[in-house]
């Protein structure tokens, strides 16, 4: 844990073993740590005790992390010299083992202060839900397409043990996971085919921006940005990348599996030539397991590296001048050195420059996985992009954070503050020139450098997550990912406290998406590290005097059970949660029971009208429904109805329906039977 709370202050050259990005505290600086707890302590005290009511007062809540971290410092330092005071009274009797005890004790308790295994207990928040804000996007306004098929990944996996990990082939069955991301696009998009799903999505993008109803045009770029967190110094072998046995050889990050299908799609699908496409997270090396993985099968794709490694088939990125982002504090609340309090002499941060790539691509294709973080709360779209500047690392925007600092310094909490998340979101490149959202949520986790986490709600039971989300409402699936998270990483949830922590719990996480819906929930005024207040006129990331509109929908479903939004329940114009059917090209589904049989429809394709028969071979009842592509129910032709034994024909006229691939699907006592037919007019 030592090694990892190093990591944090310490950025370590693997080719020089130099050190990079640290500043040496000046004078007595670090003396203001206890002293600002002792403070935080008395004036906790001098609030609470002459009016107990004060202890829910923001100010006091405030000040408590800062007293409770004096407390425990204070314990530890006492047990502490205890120890060292035994030690040594033992060595001068010459006795060894119990010296040797007490060193082991006293190592220990100061230590304690530097480990993280034992993870926070945050109480569960309680959310409003279906009050949905802001403009829904997407082709489908405010739709979230949610795939899970559990044959995705391997049950039995332990995913952070060496040669066992989650992200190997063994563990993940690519067709599976192709298959969910190509029925994920085509009800994303309404289309019967791949390649109609992404010549809807480049016309959708390209409509957006005012490029006009344009599809993929010959010779634009496409940079896929996706999450290697685990990648720094020390978790790689220098001579090949390969990931080393460590505890952070199981972290949760992009799926190489997911990665795969996606340049599948492109190339194979979308007709996007290899030497088109980029792919790499800027602030991390390129592992060996990713490249061969991609590699063999797509050769000409760029994979870009951090600084390095040409030798193994990397690029190196080039820094632009020109590709940056202006942030919307104008230096009043992030700050270069984040990791010494932040103090008001500090270097404000007010841009970020990005490599060529970004100015160069036309498209970017965010690939993030889904996980609770330390500081954040969660980390989706808007947090992966923490790794596309060309900083060493992304300290200088934890400010715009809940927990700038991580636990217990939950130092920003509540709502109506500035979040940098906004910024990025609203961007013109990291955020417009976003093509689709792809969520990998196939291993998800609490925090971000952790290991996965099996899923103990429904319909997970107790397995992976094995899920993708696909929009195109930036909003309407980070807000979908935030409901997941934050109903199963609950204080009930059995290893809470020990291996699991409710990061997501913290008060204000989805703050950025209630601004980045809308702008009535900005902030009027920002609270500058230098403890003054400062008029706030908006987000505008190109400071061009040009403020963002609302970039999508957020609001929470009704429970964890249902899962439904407003457009699912019909109350307003918020999120659709959808989930494609299963349905089957067949003419029958062979595990229906032989009891119910549903037969294809004659003539197919048809105009206008169709002959649908079915028999039963033994009563039941009975619902006879018409799907189109997406999954959407278009006709109900029978509604539960009790049926006897026998052979029905329904004879249906689609006259009202436009040309196209349907479903019907038979449902009898709970099996399901399908068929598809094609109207053709």
Same mark, same amino acid.
């Given at each position: 844990?030592?090694?990892?709370?190093?990591?944090?202050?310490?950025?370590?050259?693997?080719?020089?073993?130099?050190?990079?990005?640290?500043?040496?505290?000046?004078?007595?600086?670090?003396?203001?740590?206890?002293?600002?707890?002792?403070?935080?302590?008395?004036?906790?005290?001098?609030?609470?005790?002459?009016?107990?009511?004060?202890?829910?007062?923001?100010?006091?809540?405030?000040?408590?992390?800062?007293?409770?971290?004096?407390?425990?410092?204070?314990?530890?330092?006492?047990?502490?010299?205890?120890?060292?005071?035994?030690?040594?009274?033992?060595?001068?009797?010459? +006795?060894? *083992? $119990?010296?040797?005890?007490?060193?082991?004790?006293?190592? /220990?308790?100061?230590? %304690?202060?530097?480990?993280?295994? !034992?993870?926070?207990?945050?109480?569960?928040?309680?959310?409003?839900?279906?009050?949905?804000?802001?403009?829904?996007?997407?082709?489908?306004?405010?739709?979230?397409?949610?795939?899970?098929?559990?044959?995705?990944?391997?049950?039995?996996?332990?995913?952070?043990?060496?040669?066992?990990?989650?992200?190997?082939?063994?563990?993940?069955?690519?067709?599976?996971?192709?298959?969910?991301?190509?029925?994920?696009?085509?009800?994303?998009?309404?289309?019967?085919?791949?390649?109609?799903?992404? +010549?809807? *999505? $480049?016309?959708?993008?390209?409509?957006?921006?005012?490029? /006009?109803?344009?599809? %993929?045009?010959?010779?634009?770029? !496409?940079?896929?940005?996706?999450?290697?967190?685990?990648?720094?110094?020390?978790?790689y072998d220098t001579d090949d990348l390969s990931k080393v046995e460590n505890g952070s050889y199981g972290i949760s990050e992009t799926s190489p599996q997911i990665v795969l299908a996606a340049l599948r799609q492109l190339v194979d699908t979308a007709g996007i030539p290899q030497e088109n496409i980029y792919i790499g997270d800027p602030l991390r090396h390129i592992y060996k397991h990713l490249y061969d993985y991609w590699h063999p099968e797509f050769p000409n794709v760029h994979?870009?590296?951090?600084?390095?490694?040409?030798?193994?088939?990397?690029?190196?990125?080039?820094?632009?001048?020109?590709?940056?982002?202006?942030?919307?504090?104008?230096?009043?609340?992030?700050?270069?050195?984040?990791?010494?309090?932040?103090?008001?002499?500090?270097?404000?941060?007010?841009?970020?420059?990005?490599?060529?790539?970004?100015?160069?691509?036309?498209?970017?294709?965010?690939?993030?996985?889904?996980?609770?973080?330390?500081?954040?709360?969660?980390?989706?779209?808007?947090?992966?992009?923490?790794?596309?500047?060309?900083?060493?690392?992304?300290?200088?925007?934890?400010n715009g954070l809940v927990a700038p600092t991580e636990m217990p310094n939950v130092t920003r909490s509540g709502y109506g503050l500035y979040r940098v998340q906004v910024d990025i979101m609203g961007d013109e490149i990291l955020g417009k020139k976003n093509l689709v959202y792809i969520l990998d949520a196939l291993w998800t986790a609490d925090q971000e450098i952790s290991f996965p986490k099996k899923f103990t709600m429904e319909p997970f039971n107790n397995d992976w997550m094995?899920?993708?989300?696909?929009?195109?409402?930036?909003?309407?699936?980070?807000?979908?990912?935030?409901?997941?998270?934050?109903?199963?990483?609950?204080?009930?949830?059995?290893?809470?406290?020990?291996?699991?922590?409710?990061?997501?719990?913290?008060?204000?996480?989805?703050?950025?998406?209630?601004?980045?819906?809308?702008?009535?929930?900005?902030?009027?005024?920002?609270?500058?590290?230098?403890?003054?207040?400062?008029?706030?006129?908006?987000?505008?990331?190109?400071?061009?005097?040009?403020?963002?509109?609302?970039?999508?929908?957020?609001?929470?479903?009704?429970?964890?059970?249902?899962?439904?939004?407003?457009?699912?329940?019909?109350?307003?114009?918020?999120?659709?949660?959808?989930?494609?059917?299963?349905?089957s090209v067949e003419n029958t589904n062979p595990e229906v029971p032989a009891d119910f049989v549903l037969h294809q429809n004659y003539p197919n394709p048809f105009n206008p009208s169709t002959t649908i028969e079915f028999n039963l071979k033994k009563a039941a009842n009975v619902e006879l429904n018409v799907y189109d592509a997406t999954g959407k129910i278009v006709d109900v032709i029978i509604k539960n109805e009790f049926k006897s034994e026998g052979t029905y024909k329904v004879?249906?006229?689609?006259?009202?329906?436009?040309?196209?691939?349907?479903?019907?699907?038979?449902?009898?006592?709970?099996?399901?039977?399908?068929?598809?037919?094609?109207?053709?007019?």
């Amino acid at each position: 844990m030592v090694t990892r709370f190093l990591q944090k202050f310490v950025k370590t050259c693997p080719k020089t073993g130099r050190f990079r990005g640290i500043k040496p505290l000046k004078g007595f600086a670090h003396l203001l740590f206890p002293l600002i707890g002792f403070l935080a302590l008395l004036w906790i005290l001098f609030r609470v005790i002459s009016k107990p009511s004060r202890i829910n007062y923001p100010c006091v809540k405030a000040a408590m992390p800062f007293a409770a971290g004096f407390i425990e410092s204070v314990v530890f330092f006492i047990v502490s010299a205890i120890a060292f005071l035994k030690l040594k009274k033992s060595f001068f009797k010459y +006795d060894y *083992i $119990f010296a040797a005890v007490f060193v082991t004790l006293a190592i /220990g308790a100061v230590s %304690y202060i530097d480990s993280d295994t !034992i993870q926070p207990k945050f109480p569960t928040i309680y959310q409003e839900p279906n009050e949905p804000m802001g403009t829904a996007q997407g082709i489908f306004p405010g739709r979230v397409v949610w795939m899970h098929d559990p044959d995705a990944t391997n049950e039995n996996c332990n995913p952070n043990e060496y040669g066992d990990g989650w992200f190997l082939p063994k563990n993940n069955d690519q067709n599976v996971i192709d298959e969910m991301l190509s029925t994920g696009l085509k009800s994303l998009t309404g289309t019967t085919s791949d390649a109609e799903a992404w +010549d809807s *999505i $480049f016309i959708y993008h390209n409509r957006n921006i005012g490029k /006009g109803d344009l599809g %993929y045009s010959a010779g634009e770029k !496409i940079f896929i940005k996706i999450n290697i967190v685990s990648g720094w110094g020390g978790n790689y072998d220098t001579d090949d990348l390969s990931k080393v046995e460590n505890g952070s050889y199981g972290i949760s990050e992009t799926s190489p599996q997911i990665v795969l299908a996606a340049l599948r799609q492109l190339v194979d699908t979308a007709g996007i030539p290899q030497e088109n496409i980029y792919i790499g997270d800027p602030l991390r090396h390129i592992y060996k397991h990713l490249y061969d993985y991609w590699h063999p099968e797509f050769p000409n794709v760029h994979y870009m590296d951090h600084n390095g490694y040409t030798n193994l088939g990397r690029e190196v990125l080039v820094p632009s001048d020109s590709a940056k982002i202006e942030y919307s504090d104008r230096g009043k609340i992030l700050r270069t050195n984040v990791w010494y309090n932040s103090t008001p002499g500090d270097d404000p941060v007010t841009e970020d420059h990005f490599y060529t790539i970004y100015d160069e691509a036309e498209y970017i294709l965010n690939l993030p996985m889904l996980k609770g973080h330390k500081r954040a709360g969660m980390t989706a779209f808007a947090k992966n992009h923490f790794g596309s500047h060309t900083r060493e690392d992304a300290a200088h925007l934890h400010n715009g954070l809940v927990a700038p600092t991580e636990m217990p310094n939950v130092t920003r909490s509540g709502y109506g503050l500035y979040r940098v998340q906004v910024d990025i979101m609203g961007d013109e490149i990291l955020g417009k020139k976003n093509l689709v959202y792809i969520l990998d949520a196939l291993w998800t986790a609490d925090q971000e450098i952790s290991f996965p986490k099996k899923f103990t709600m429904e319909p997970f039971n107790n397995d992976w997550m094995s899920s993708i989300f696909l929009s195109l409402d930036p909003v309407a699936i980070e807000s979908v990912g935030f409901d997941f998270l934050r109903s199963e990483f609950t204080v009930d949830r059995p290893d809470i406290g020990d291996n699991a922590g409710t990061y997501v719990q913290m008060d204000g996480v989805d703050d950025y998406l209630e601004q980045a819906a809308d702008p009535v929930n900005w902030p009027d005024s920002i609270l500058g590290t230098d403890g003054e207040y400062y008029p706030f006129t908006g987000y505008d990331p190109e400071n061009d005097g040009t403020v963002i509109a609302s970039l999508g929908t957020h609001e929470h479903w009704n429970n964890p059970i249902d899962k439904e939004y407003s457009r699912n329940l019909k109350t307003g114009d918020g999120i659709e949660l959808f989930t494609p059917p299963i349905v089957s090209v067949e003419n029958t589904n062979p595990e229906v029971p032989a009891d119910f049989v549903l037969h294809q429809n004659y003539p197919n394709p048809f105009n206008p009208s169709t002959t649908i028969e079915f028999n039963l071979k033994k009563a039941a009842n009975v619902e006879l429904n018409v799907y189109d592509a997406t999954g959407k129910i278009v006709d109900v032709i029978i509604k539960n109805e009790f049926k006897s034994e026998g052979t029905y024909k329904v004879v249906y006229n689609a006259e009202r329906l436009a040309s196209g691939v349907y479903f019907v699907h038979l449902t009898a006592d709970n099996s399901i039977s399908t068929i598809k037919m094609i109207l053709m007019k």
